[in-house]
């Protein structure tokens, strides 16, 4: 057997999730069965000062030959990276990822991709053309959990999915959480609000189980209905959002599919952290699959058939030692055990071996579906009359946020 490729990461920006990825980076692949590829954090910016990304490496356990920069246009000069993980909000991702690309760097980039479809085309384009790699960094995927779930599918364990139920919502309390209104969940400049940050989960159990596992030379867009209600004084963020989907699809395959994703910042999928309750359905005419929440790192699953057979399955704890602080949640608070991985390292582990491949896209999420759901999140925001400051909707690169 060769040695594993060592792969060198550069961190963009230095908040919560990049933490909790640069941490679960440096957990030995070993310990999850991975032997091709091995991760090296070699730099890390922060917009607001070299001493904040110096302080990130010792927290997160770099290197101490690892280099800190105070701005992001030092990190993507740096010769030594390989690849540069984008943990900004929303808003600033279609920025930060030009830059990146037109300084000739592969690019992992947090999800919500962008914050509009236009932006994520751009983005293909440029990685097309300067022959680098770029993916969307939809964790979730990449889970053995959910590569389970799509093997059943494609089995035909249920048949041919005809429905799909999807739900990610957490009961935040916004106005009391996020007081001043200047946190990215809620901030229209920041492309706040619930569907680009939770509902992305919804429509990503919708896209990986109703789309992602049909022939793609014959699986068509679906067709959009949504609901979108508003957050606060400015009406410019969701705080609820719901989306019905129809899928086409020839009737040897099953005939037309539906599904609904839902999301919300005021309500939970299962209140008081109770996960009793599926999150996820997904349906076929032999039975249904269920994904219990949350939606973004489930550890549960349960197959009902119609025959009777009933096969749950636990998938925690997830390799360790980990991040070793509960799992990240976009503002405080973790609930997975001390010590195991959070299960970032997956996602981070398919861009290496892409990188070692060759591949140029990530291969449970490729560019043209990151678009795809990118076009439906524009849908849904037309239809809901939600539109973000013109800076942040533009592809007008550079643009000064
Ligand atoms: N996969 C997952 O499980 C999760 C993914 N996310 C995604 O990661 C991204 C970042 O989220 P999160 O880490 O929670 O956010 P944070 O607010 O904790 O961190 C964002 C970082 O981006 C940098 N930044 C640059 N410009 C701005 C700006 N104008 N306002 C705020 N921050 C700025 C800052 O780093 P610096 O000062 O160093 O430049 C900041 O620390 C989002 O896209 C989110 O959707 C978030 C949580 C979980
Ligand atoms: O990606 C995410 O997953 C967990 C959520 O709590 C967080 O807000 C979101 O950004």
Redesign the pocket.
């Known amino acids: 057997m060769s040695s594993p490729k060592t792969t060198r990461w550069g961190i963009?920006?230095?908040?919560?999730?990049?933490?909790?990825?640069t941490k679960d980076l440096l957990v030995d692949p070993k310990t999850r069965g991975v032997n091709n590829v091995k991760h090296t954090v070699v730099a890390?910016?922060?917009?607001?000062?070299a001493s904040?990304?110096e302080q990130?490496l010792k927290d997160v356990g770099a290197s101490s030959d690892a280099k800190a920069y105070g701005s992001?246009e030092e990190l993507v000069k740096d010769s030594n990276i390989d690849i540069i993980y984008?943990?900004?909000?929303?808003?600033?991702?279609y920025q930060?990822a030009m830059l990146c690309l037109e300084a000739g760097k592969n690019v992992l980039?947090?999800?919500?991709f962008t914050v509009n479809a236009a932006q994520a085309r751009a983005l293909k384009e440029k990685a097309k053309e300067k022959g680098l790699f770029l993916m969307e960094?939809?964790?979730?995927r990449y889970f053995p959990l959910s590569i389970y779930v799509r093997e059943l599918i494609t089995s035909g364990k249920i048949g041919p999915v005809a429905r799909v139920l999807s739900d990610n919502s957490m009961a935040t309390n916004p106005e009391e959480t996020w007081k001043d209104g200047k946190?990215?969940?809620v901030?229209p400049?920041?492309?706040g609000g619930a569907l680009?940050?939770l509902g992305?989960y919804s429509l990503t159990w919708v896209f990986q189980t109703l789309y992602h596992t049909q022939d793609p030379k014959t699986r068509k867009p679906p067709q959009v209905l949504a609901a979108l209600k508003s957050y606060g004084a400015t009406k410019a963020a969701d705080e609820q959002t719901t989306i019905v989907l129809n899928f086409p699809r020839s009737d040897e395959a099953g005939g037309d599919a539906h599904a609904v994703a839902t999301t919300s910042l005021r309500i939970a999928t299962t209140p008081g952290g109770n996960a009793d309750a599926p999150g996820i359905r997904i349906q076929g005419p032999k039975g249904e699959i269920q994904v219990f929440p949350p939606a973004?790192?489930p550890t549960r699953t349960k197959l009902i058939l119609s025959d009777g057979t009933v096969e749950e399955k636990n998938w925690a704890p997830f390799p360790g030692p980990g991040a070793g602080s509960g799992?990240?949640?976009?503002?405080g608070g973790g609930k997975n055990a001390v010590g195991e991985g959070?299960g970032?390292f997956w996602e981070a582990d398919e861009a290496a071996t892409a990188l070692v491949e060759g591949r140029k896209e990530g291969k449970y999420e490729g560019l043209d579906e990151s678009i795809l759901i990118m076009e439906v999140m524009d849908e849904v925001r037309k239809q809901g009359g939600l539109q973000y400051p013109e800076k942040i909707e533009t592809t007008k690169y550079p643009t000064q946020?």
């Open positions: 963009l920006a230095t908040g919560g999730i990049a933490i909790t990825f890390a910016a922060s917009s607001s000062s904040r990304a990130f992001y984008i943990a900004t909000p929303h808003s600033h991702h930060n980039c947090e999800k919500a960094a939809v964790w979730t946190h990215r969940m901030n400049d920041l492309a680009l940050d992305i973004f790192r799992w990240y949640n976009g503002f959070h970032m946020l």
